[in-house]
T-cell receptor, first 115, second 115 residues
Framework: SQKIEQNSEALNIQEGKTATLTCNYT??????LQWYRQDPGRGPVFLLL?????KEKRKERLKVTFDTTLKQSLFHITASQPADSATYLC??????????????FGSGTRLSIRP | DARVTQTPRHKVTEMGQEVTMRCQPI?????VFWYRQTMMQGLELLAY????????DSGMPKDRFSAEMPDATLATLKIQPSEPRDSAVYFC?????????????FGPGTRLTVT
């Protein structure tokens, strides 16, 4: 069956360290993968998108890798800050060309950065 | 600062009542999505529209849910009759896509409680 799995446990990181979140998938062939941030009581906010033919993408302190052989994406926040504390969701989609989307979200990983 | 707006933000209703949720997408976006989020199931795609035409509603219980986009500035999600298991946060998101989905901008959500 198809599955997306993120770190099921909350992640607690000391401020200034690098936080690494994992997104593993089974029985998918995603065309791309996205990462979102969600704060309590709010909608998800788009952070980064990485395509199947890309290995790595960066945006400021954020870095995403995508390994289609391992069927895994890693999301890194360097020099983490308490303001980075939130739930992070990965989402993937197998859509290609003009086909209809079948976007699927992971259950999310709650990240806490302690001062 | 363009945003997706949703009304109402909170809704408490009794089982069997009709519920209508409204969404105003960001002007210029051609794709609108409806999601449902619960602790147990996470974020699930219910339906989406491109250029006001429904593209996929396979995630939506057809017998009681309906989604429409009467014009480019309004999307609606209706539940009739509502049941306690429909209690969740319903998010609308909009974006600009041709085939593959790129960034989605989420609204603040409607928290629905059915008693």
């Amino acid at each position: 069956s198809q599955k997306i799995e993120q770190n099921s446990e909350a992640l607690n990181i000391q401020e200034g360290k690098t936080a690494t979140l994992t997104c593993n998938y089974t029985n998918y062939s995603p065309a791309y993968l996205q990462w979102y941030r969600q704060d309590p009581g709010r909608g998800p906010v788009f952070l980064l998108l990485i395509r199947e033919n890309e290995k790595e993408k960066r945006k400021e302190r954020l870095k995403v890798t995508f390994d289609t052989t391992l069927k895994q994406s890693l999301f890194h926040i360097t020099a983490s800050q308490p303001a980075d504390s939130a739930t992070y969701l990965c989402a993937l989609d197998e859509v290609r060309g003009s086909s209809a989307s079948k976007i699927i979200f992971g259950s999310g990983t709650r990240l806490s950065i302690r001062p | 600062d363009a945003r997706v707006t949703q009304t109402p933000r909170h809704k408490v209703t009794e089982m069997g009542q009709e519920v209508t949720m409204r969404c105003q997408p960001i002007l210029g976006h051609n794709t609108v999505f409806w999601y449902r989020q619960t602790m147990m199931q996470g974020l699930e795609l219910l339906a989406y529209f491109r250029n006001r035409a429904p593209l996929d509603d396979s995630g939506m219980p057809k017998d009681r849910f309906s989604a429409e986009m009467p014009d480019a500035t309004l999307a609606t999600l209706k539940i009739q009759p509502s049941e306690p298991r429909d209690s969740a946060v319903y998010f609308c998101a909009s974006g600009t896509t041709t085939g593959a989905i790129y960034e989605q901008y989420f609204g603040p959500g409607t928290r629905l409680t059915v008693t």
